[in-house]
């Protein structure tokens, strides 16, 4: 049984900066893609980033430049650094996992609500 847990979220100011962790419980393997997204109350849930199992990434066009996401395979962690950040990233992100050779398996975290103030 896989578990995610996302921390790292809290109050910041314009500009300020939060590194969110994503940790994984139980066989992550075979890993396919992790992602990060969030939801903002009222809106859809959005992808923020990407990265795949060649460590490709992607990022939504609203973030490039002042995000990046990152895996520690030994660790079984996922990170997502924010920099610069404005009051429109504010949500709950969540941690995403697709696991399977073809990406068949699908595990979400409960989310961590990241604030920024202007």
């Known amino acids: 049984q896989v578990q995610l847990v996302e921390s790292g979220g809290g109050l910041v100011q314009a500009g300020g900066s939060l590194r969110l962790s994503c940790a994984a419980s139980g066989s992550i393997f075979p890993f396919n893609a992790m992602g990060w997204y969030r939801q903002a109350p009222g809106k859809q849930r959005e992808l923020v980033a990407t990265i795949t199992r060649l460590g490709y990434t992607n990022y939504a066009d609203s973030v490039k430049g002042r995000f990046t996401i990152s895996r520690d395979s030994a660790k079984n962690t996922g990170n997502l650094q924010m920099n610069s950040l404005k009051p429109e990233d504010t949500a709950v992100y969540y941690c995403?996992?697709?696991?399977?050779?073809?990406?068949?398996?699908?595990?979400w975290g409960q989310g961590t609500q990241v604030t920024v103030s202007s």
């Open positions: 995403n996992l697709k696991l399977g050779w073809r990406g068949q398996s699908d595990y």
